[in-house]
């Protein structure tokens, strides 16, 4: 019990090492935050412009969201940061991450917010479309509300799968959560960082997981 | 009846592929005037009405709105002509994430860019109207059907528009609310609303139009007042219809 307690829990090792837990959780959560803002603007981007069914852009769309939902990001992001040094383009650590995951999760955004744009009734098009307000602003003020409802709760998903993958910086040398704690980890020769770092990914989870809950349970539209 | 034709329908074909399903239709609306237009379903009926506002698109022909060629001219062109023709849909289609006063208001401020208190205004007058004032701020799924498709009048109306199409407007309600949308109509016609109106309450039509279209097969069989489609009808086509609706 002791021994267990000496490597999972040491005080000491835990004391040393927090603040570099401490900034690994900043990290994380400022790539998560750019990554879910990026994917999803350009996952809704995607969408709608899809929605214009204009052949040879759909072609590409499907195709991005098709690769980009098979590939591993982890495949991706050595890729970047190791393999294309060596055609001259240079990219950080931090930066090859937020690529990659923004583009993983605006493949998923994509494909979710298509869906709800395929459920969208088509008399909701009809009766935009009748009352002169044309395509676009159809799509704007009609469609996209609704698919936007309709894709909430796919959408927490994959939020917070994709701000879980920022652990994929740790080969890569991005100083978030995981690789803190595995830096930490070897300094020490204690497993106290990693547990730290469990703490920590619980201590950001946890509470989006509740939120998700939460907005999940509001779908019914109503006055509010 | 010498009134000017608001709405015109002219050599109106519309295929799917080889399929026919409009030929040749020729058709006159005049201001204020109500048609009816009635025939088994299948007779191609609902879509000379879409056509009406090319949300179906015709193969050939020509729909004219107050002397205007709706064929004719850029896709802009189009939505602005499309404000002058008020659709009525047999399903309602109310935006469900919007009040009602929001339905009624969207396209008067994003389509004929109106200031949010004249469409406010202009919206309450036709809730109003449509007897649906004290439900402005209800959500469509709050509402009965017949109350849905008063509003879904109402959200058409607001836009000034200078023909009413109605497809099959009391279909999807329950016989208790059907009195309810007859009258918002009845009324219409009685204000000089120009209205095209595809439907099978027979004896709304026999009290109120002017003018009793029967279609078939997708060709106009016979047009007439109501006493003559309903009291003697020529074709033997329309005297198989009526005699099987008034069962």
């Known amino acids: 019990m002791d021994r267990f307690l000496q490597t999972f829990f040491n005080p000491v090792v835990a004391a040393k090492y927090a603040p570099d837990i401490i900034a690994g959780i900043w990290v994380t959560l400022e790539i998560a935050a750019a990554v879910i803002i990026a994917g999803i603007g350009l996952g809704l981007l995607l969408a709608c412009l899809r929605a214009y069914r204009i052949k040879v852009l759909n072609f590409f769309i499907i195709c991005f969201a098709d690769i980009f939902r098979a590939l591993p990001p982890l495949v991706v992001i050595l890729i970047l940061y190791f393999g294309f040094p060596s055609i001259g383009i240079r990219l950080s650590g931090p930066m090859v991450l937020f690529i990659v995951l923004s583009l993983t999760l605006a493949a998923f955004a994509e494909e979710i917010f298509w869906a709800g744009f395929s459920s969208v009734e088509k008399g909701q098009w009809e009766a935009g479309i009748a009352t002169g307000l044309g395509f676009s602003r159809t799509l704007v003020y009609i469609a996209l509300p609704q698919a936007v409802r309709l894709a909430f709760p796919p959408l927490v998903n994959r939020v917070l799968a994709i701000t879980k993958m920022t652990a994929l910086g740790s080969p890569i040398g991005v100083s978030e959560i995981l690789s803190s704690a595995t830096t930490a980890q070897s300094f020490s020769g204690s497993a106290t960082p990693l547990t730290m770092s469990v703490a920590a990914y619980l201590a950001i989870f946890v509470p989006m997981v509740i939120v998700a809950r939460w907005l999940e349970g509001r779908t019914a539209w109503k006055k509010r | ?247």
């Open chain 2, 1 to 247: 009846m010498a009134n000017r034709p608001m709405l015109e329908i002219a050599a109106l074909e519309k295929r799917f592929g080889s399929n026919t399903i409009l030929k040749n239709i020729d058709l006159k609306v005049a201001e204020g005037e109500l048609v009816f237009v009635i025939g088994p379903s299948g007779s191609g009926k609902s879509t000379m009405l879409r056509c009406c506002n090319r949300l179906e698109e015709p193969t050939s022909g020509d729909i004219i709105v107050d002397g205007r060629n709706i064929m004719q001219g850029t896709s802009r062109d189009l939505d602005r002509m499309r404000l002058q023709v008020g659709m009525v849909f047999q399903g309602f289609h109310l935006y469900p994430h919007m009040s009602v006063l929001k339905n009624v208001t969207l396209a008067q401020r994003k389509a004929l860019k109106r200031t949010k208190a004249e469409a406010d205004a202009r919206a309450m007058d036709m809730l109003e109207r449509v007897g649906m004032e004290h439900k402005a701020d209800a959500y469509p799924a709050e509402l009965s059907g017949g109350q849905q498709q008063r509003v879904a009048i109402a959200r058409a109306l607001a836009l000034d528009p200078k023909v009413m199409l109605f497809d099959e407007p009391t279909s999807a309600l329950d016989p208790e609310l059907v009195g309810s949308v007859l009258k918002v109509m009845k009324d219409l016609r009685a204000k000089g609303m120009t209205m095209l109106v595809v439907s099978h309450e027979m004896g709304f039509a026999r009290e109120t139009a002017d003018r009793v279209v029967f279609m078939d097969g997708g060709v106009i069989v016979e047009e007439g007042t109501p006493e003559q489609i309903f009291g003697a009808p020529q074709a033997e086509r329309t005297k198989a219809f009526l005699s099987r609706v008034s069962g």
